[in-house]
């Protein structure tokens, strides 16, 4: 593949300085701070809103690993009785595929 570069672009890519000015300009009057509004602003919750605040926070204090199943299952592995179901493990893989829309 070969592509040949000029050595100057096209008229239309070129800048000019009118154009450049212009653009610089532009809006340059009404580039001044904007005040801040008063305190007036207020924000309502929904209920539901409110309530997924509640739930964010019940779920945010409440630990994300079941220690006690943890435990129980760890001691079922080293007391060499662990019963594996299979057929749990099945519908649970063909419930995350449900899921994921496969």
Do not use: F
């Not at 040949?4 to 450049?20: C, V």
């Not at 926070?57 to 199943?69: G, N």
């Amino acid at each position: 593949m070969n592509q040949k570069i000029e050595g100057t672009p096209p008229p239309a890519i070129r800048s000019t300085t009118a154009a450049t000015s212009r653009v610089a300009s532009a809006g340059a009057e009404n580039a001044r701070p904007v005040e801040a509004s008063g305190g007036g602003d207020s924000l309502r919750l929904t209920g539901e809103a409110a309530s997924l605040q509640v739930m964010q926070r019940e779920l945010s204090s409440a630990s994300a690993v079941d220690t006690a199943r943890v435990e129980s299952i760890r001691a079922a592995l080293q007391a060499g009785t662990y019963q594996i179901n299979a057929e749990a493990i099945a519908d649970g893989m063909l419930g995350l595929e449900r899921q994921l829309g496969a």
